[in-house]
């Protein structure tokens, strides 16, 4: 099963936004709406930030967003803070049932 | 509150197994799947496998088919993963993660992760 791709690595200023995208097959994302984005503070556990393609769990700030459009996520962060700067994963159910994560992405708050 | 504590660390010789537990509170566990997923240093994350705690279906990553075993044991409310034939490739932090039914389609309690060494 081969990853979702994600951006090995992004950079972007305090306050503005950014956009990281992940692309998978037709046999992941492209039929299912099932994708979720987790955070990852180094040493830390991964948290849950979205599911189902668009929805914040309870907690998780608005500046979080998320989208899909055909094979292709995307998780945008707007008004980006120090606390942003983080590993960010996205992942999703394929059609057989197993679960596949994108290679992930490292995001630098310059 | 919601949480997944797992067991402590290990040292494994290569062709050995190992067995990891999560042992959830907080939450309906019947009502949730358990996932396992490992994070090699510096590495992705990488799902290993599932269980389907009520009914007790497993589902399975195919690279570790072979040799992987998920259970869990409902009167301790803990899930265990048992990874046989260990080469230093497995050296990682194996974390379980659950996703509750009903709640969010996402996994939203992690436990603190496990450090498994392959090491001869």
């Known amino acids: 099963q081969s990853a979702l791709t994600q951006p090995a690595s992004m950079s972007e200023s305090p306050g503005q936004s950014i956009t990281i995208s992940c692309t998978g097959t037709?046999?992941?994302?492209?039929?299912?709406?099932?994708v979720s984005w987790y955070q990852q503070h180094p040493g830390k556990a991964p948290k849950l930030i979205i599911y189902d393609v668009n929805n914040r769990p309870s907690g998780v700030s608005a500046r979080f967003s998320a989208s899909k459009s055909g094979s292709t996520a995307s998780l945008t962060i707007s008004g980006l803070q120090a606390e942003d700067e983080a590993d960010y994963f996205c992942?999703?159910?394929?059609?057989?049932?197993?679960?596949?994560f994108g290679g992930g992405t490292k995001l630098t708050v310059l | 509150q919601m949480q997944l504590v797992q067991s402590g660390p290990e040292v494994k010789r290569p062709g050995t197994s190992v067995k990891v537990s999560c042992e959830a509170s907080?939450?309906?566990?019947?009502?949730?799947?358990v996932q396992w997923v490992r994070q090699a240093r510096g590495q992705g994350l990488e799902w290993i496998g599932r269980?389907?705690?009520?009914?007790?279906?497993?589902g399975f990553a195919q690279k570790f088919q072979e040799r992987v075993t998920i259970t869990r044991d409902m009167a301790t409310s803990t899930v265990y993963l048992d990874l046989s034939s260990l080469r230093s490739e497995d050296t990682a932090v194996y974390f379980c993660?659950?996703?509750?039914?009903?709640?969010?389609?996402?996994?939203?309690?992690w436990g603190q992760g496990t450090t498994v060494t392959v090491s001869s």
């Open positions: 992942c999703s159910y394929t059609s057989s049932g197993t679960v596949v």
């Open positions: 269980i389907a705690v009520g009914s007790g279906d497993t």
């Open positions: 907080g939450f309906s566990f019947v009502s949730s799947a």
């Open positions: 993660a659950a996703i509750r039914w009903g709640a969010v389609s996402g996994m939203d309690v």
């Open positions: 037709r046999i992941d994302l492209d039929d299912y709406n099932s």
